[in-house]
């Protein structure tokens, strides 16, 4: 087969990361996005310890930790503002070597496209699998310059995944959790000096500092699906669910542009996949792994997947002999922290007065524990350790 050409469907954090990684192993990489932008509007991203050392090995990891402002604790409150419980960042740091980086999606999109060579991402380019390819045979995909061949195509095609359905068209797809989400970025006078999450029934609302004296706010409740606010108005909506919650939120959801509140449902694949290849073909991201985004892992795993599918990777080597290991590594891992999410997501959906009760007495129980006892619950998912690349070997 002639010199190994990948091609990415999809323009997200995933897949750009995955373009990336690829790029520094020496494989010829292009990206097809079918939307005309990359700029997400009004969103931010916790990138915790796991992602940072994965955004390493892409040579962007300092990059991304400069554009952070530091958080002196973060925590979980109730609704009237008391904490349930808190960690100050230096033990955060101390314990897993590394902290959690708040940034704008628009900043993490930056960086990965500013690495890629010139050229590698096309907008405006939707493109679509026609045939996986096999151990003798490329794979076969539609671009709008007509079909190209690949010795691996990279399917980051999100949530939807079209190319999911061709690979496994007997997987059931994604599930709708039961809840909706807001995001936005807001831009106070003051920066608040309370950050974190806030518990109430059945909803959620966080906040955390961004770069250059932004705060990003997201929101979380149970809803039917497609549900959306009556006229049309998402800002009213938080306002009406979380005005009469505690500060810092009243103030800083007053803020919000309402054109740049965003509102998404949270679907998720229950049902793991029976592999996160096929020919090929990979899938990455949410395509091979959606999640509920109760652990903030989504945006992290998929950077996982994209060091872990390029690691073995050379221009002379063939990608078809490598994605059984690719399926083998990260299929567990994910589905470990799929199930997590959901599990977490249960808790949050707790809505009657004796659930909730129950469930802030729990959580402030376990606010007493020492810190690390704390931490090391999240010890399996943040102290995962990368592989390295050619460019970081």
């Known amino acids: 087969m002639d010199a190994h050409e990948a091609i990415v ?35 931010g991203l916790a990138l915790a310890p796991n992602a940072l050392r994965s955004l390493d090995r892409l040579g962007v990891g300092e990059r991304l930790r400069g554009l952070a402002t530091p958080h002196p604790a973060i925590g979980l409150r109730h609704p009237s503002g008391r904490w349930l419980a808190r960690t100050d960042t230096a033990s955060f740091e101390a314990f897993f070597g590394d902290t959690i980086a708040a940034v704008a999606r628009a900043e993490v999109i930056a960086a990965l496209v500013d690495a890629l060579p010139a050229g590698a991402v096309r ?47 007997r997987h059931p797809g994604p599930r709708y959790s039961g809840f909706t989400t807001w995001r936005t970025i807001v831009t106070p006078a003051r920066r608040p000096e309370a950050v974190g999450e806030i518990w109430g029934r059945g909803r959620l609302v966080g906040a955390f500092l961004l770069a250059d004296g932004r705060v990003y706010v997201y929101g979380a409740a149970l809803t039917p699906a497609r549900e959306r606010a009556a006229d049309g108005d998402e800002k009213a909506e938080l306002l009406r669910r979380y005005g009469t919650w505690c500060a810092p939120v009243p103030q800083l959801l007053a803020l919000a542009e309402p054109e740049r509140v965003l509102r998404h449902d949270v679907w998720d694949l229950a049902d793991p996949l029976p592999a996160y290849h096929r020919g090929r073909v990979a899938l990455l991201g949410d395509a091979a792994h959606a999640m509920c985004p109760f652990q ?19 221009p002379d080597t063939d990608p078809a002999a490598t994605l059984p290991a690719y399926t083998a590594a990260r299929l567990p891992r994910t589905t470990a922290i799929v199930t997590g999410s959901r599990r977490v997501g249960d808790l949050v959906a707790l809505h009657t007065p004796a659930t909730t009760f129950l469930r802030t007495t729990a959580l402030t129980l376990a606010g007493l524990l020492p810190a690390r006892t704390l931490l090391g619950r999240s010890a399996a998912t943040y102290n995962w350790q990368p592989p390295a690349l050619d460019a970081t070997a």
Do not use: K, N
């Open 123 to 169: 907008t405006d380019s939707p493109a679509a699998l026609v045939t996986p390819g096999s151990t003798t045979e490329p794979a076969v995909v539609r671009t709008p310059d007509g079909e190209r061949s690949a010795t691996l195509v990279v399917a980051a095609d999100g949530i939807r995944s079209a190319t999911r359905g061709l690979l496994f068209p």
């Open 296 to 314: 903030g892992q989504g945006a992290c795993q998929a950077i996982e997947d994209a060091v872990v599918l390029a690691s073995p990777l050379t």
């Open 9 to 43: 469907i999809g323009g997200g954090i995933g897949g750009l990361a995955a373009a990336l990684a690829l790029h520094r192993q020496g494989i010829p990489v292009t990206v097809h996005e079918r939307a005309s932008s990359l700029e997400p509007v009004g969103a």
